[in-house]
Nanobody, 125 residues
Framework: EVQLQASGGGLVQPGGSLRLSCVVS????????IGWFRQAPGKEREGVSY??????FYASSVKGRFTISRDNAKNTVYLQMNSLKPEDTAVYYC????????????????????WGQGTEVTVSS
């Protein structure tokens, strides 16, 4: 059974940092890409970052502040978030990409069949 479990969210002040974790089971990280998405109240879900083997992609709004990585031994994908801003406030989700994903389409949610439950990030003073 494919499962993804996101964690690590919380309340942080502007300029602070958080590290999100996505623990996966039922498949190997070498076989599928993993995307991080976020959804703020009243807004559409948007792609934040994506990793597949050595390839990494970032939304322009987070480039230079967020870093995606993975640890195959722990079946875990991380999203290190630094210099957080109030506009980063959202529920963050990790998801497993389709095996047919074209890299340019990584931010598109319908390209992901399996989703974690989400972890809430609030950036506020």
């Amino acid at each position: 059974e494919v499962q993804l479990q996101a964690s690590g969210g919380g309340l942080v002040q502007p300029g602070g940092s958080l590290r999100l974790s996505c623990v996966v089971s039922g498949f190997a990280l070498d076989d599928y890409g993993i995307g991080w998405f976020r959804q703020a109240p009243g807004k559409e879900r948007e792609g934040v970052s994506y990793i597949y083997l050595s390839r990494k992609f970032y939304a322009s709004s987070v480039k230079g502040r967020f870093t995606i990585s993975r640890d195959n031994a722990k079946n875990t994908v991380y999203l290190q978030m630094n210099s957080l801003k109030p506009e980063d406030t959202a529920v963050y989700y990790c998801a497993r990409a389709s095996s047919r994903l074209i890299f340019s389409e990584w931010p598109v949610p319908p390209n992901y069949a399996f989703w974690g439950q989400g972890t809430e990030v609030t950036v506020s003073s």
